[in-house]
């Protein structure tokens, strides 16, 4: 019963930062890298951000970098992704997933992230 779930998502102002968590269980979460995607309506579905299983190594999207950070904690076993300087155009639902040999094993319900205009 792998499980995940986010949360922190809302509405706030361009230039404003938010932090979104996604809680892991059910599955061995320090063995599986994770991932940030967002999908705004009529638009394909891309991948944000993503760790590597111990945290070591993060990848960013050109849109975001230098704004959002992804991390982890193993312990929690829950991944973060901290963002700031917000625009318009991140506004989309956001989705946690697990990774593991290359595949997205587990996807979460995604949580709502507005940002006005």
């Known amino acids: 019963q792998a499980q995940l779930v986010e949360s922190g998502g809302g509405l706030v102002q361009p230039g404003g930062s938010l932090r979104l968590s996604c809680a892991a269980s059910g599955f061995t979460f320090s063995i599986y890298g994770m991932s940030w995607y967002r999908q705004a309506p009529g638009k394909e579905r891309e991948l944000v951000a993503s760790?590597?299983?111990?945290?070591?190594?993060?990848n960013y999207a050109d849109p975001v970098k230098g704004r959002f950070t992804i991390s982890r904690d193993n312990v929690k076993n829950t991944v973060y992704l901290q963002m700031n300087s917000l625009k318009p155009e991140d506004t989309a639902v956001y989705y946690c997933?697990?990774?593991?040999?290359?595949?997205?094993?587990?996807w979460g319900q995604g949580t709502q992230v507005t940002v006005s205009s």
């Open positions: 997933t697990a990774t593991n040999r290359g595949y997205v094993r587990y």
């Open positions: 760790i590597t299983s111990n945290g070591g190594t993060t």
